[in-house]
T-cell receptor, first 112, second 113 residues
Framework: DVKVTQSSRYLVKRTGEKVFLECVQD?????MFWYRQDPGLGLRLIYF???????EKGDIPEGYSVSREKKERFSLILESASTNQTSMYLC???????????FGEGSWLTVV | QKEVEQNSGPLSVPEGAIASLNCTYS??????FFWYRQYSGKSPELIMS????GDKEDGRFTAQLNKASQYVSLLIRDSQPSDSATYLC?????????????FGSGTKLNVKP
């Protein structure tokens, strides 16, 4: 079975803090994604990566950055957390020509 | 912006009935279509994928695709209370665009015993 692991499930951070969300996949997938999910807005793509050190902006990249130093690991970084970044964050991965993406369990972030 | 539209619901059906979930998409170049189920507080899980026009059946689930009408649907036969969840429609342009996936906001299904 595909395993996408998000190490931090529930976080509470203060406004202005730097936040790291880590994601690891064990299927040797080339593509990795970060989404956020908010009620009524569905899943919105923040960033995705198609190879080590390669990244592309998604639909809502403002306030976020990403890092992919190893193929299996994709990190989402909030340089200075704000309350409007309170959300559930979902990491996902897929093969480069794969037709399916697999999600991690999600990270619930609250910024106070 | 690639748009995927779903009725947010909730859609309520009695146990044993057929639940019909609908999705429209704006990008005519979309090649791959998916239905994900998401229980409250959990991550989405893939239940069906469909790539060509027509019907695809898998157990109690049937996905229907009509590319001319830019419409994809999911039928759940013999609905069970355990089917109560939010169902997300997703589309992908396929090859050539790094396999980006675009999601609808989901339809909440309630199956009443």
């Amino acid at each position: 079975d595909v395993k996408v692991t998000q190490s931090s499930r529930y976080l509470v951070k203060r406004t202005g803090e730097k936040v790291f969300l880590e994601c690891v996949q064990d299927m040797d997938h080339e593509n990795m994604f970060w989404y956020r999910q908010d009620p009524g807005l569905g899943l919105r793509l923040i960033y995705f990566s198609y190879d080590v050190k390669m990244k592309e902006k998604g639909d809502i990249p403002e306030g976020y950055s990403v890092s992919r130093e190893k193929k299996e690991r994709f990190s989402l970084i909030l340089e200075s957390a704000s309350t409007n970044q309170t959300s559930m964050y979902l990491c996902a991965s897929s093969f480069v020509n794969g037709n399916t993406i697999y999600f991690g369990e999600g990270s619930w972030l609250t910024v106070v | 912006q690639k748009e995927v539209e779903q009725n947010s619901g909730p859609l309520s059906v009695p146990e044993g009935a057929i639940a019909s979930l609908n999705c429209t998409y704006s990008d005519r170049g979309s090649q791959s279509f998916f239905w994900y189920r998401q229980y409250s507080g959990k991550s989405p899980e893939l239940i069906m994928s469909i790539y060509s026009n027509g019907d695809k059946e898998d157990g109690r689930f049937t996905a229907q695709l009509n590319k001319a009408s830019q419409y994809v649907s999911l039928l759940i036969r013999d609905s069970q209370p355990s089917d109560s969840a939010t169902y997300l429609c997703a589309v992908s342009p396929g090859s050539g665009n790094f396999n980006k996936f675009y999601f609808g906001s989901g339809t909440k299904l309630n199956v009443k015993p």
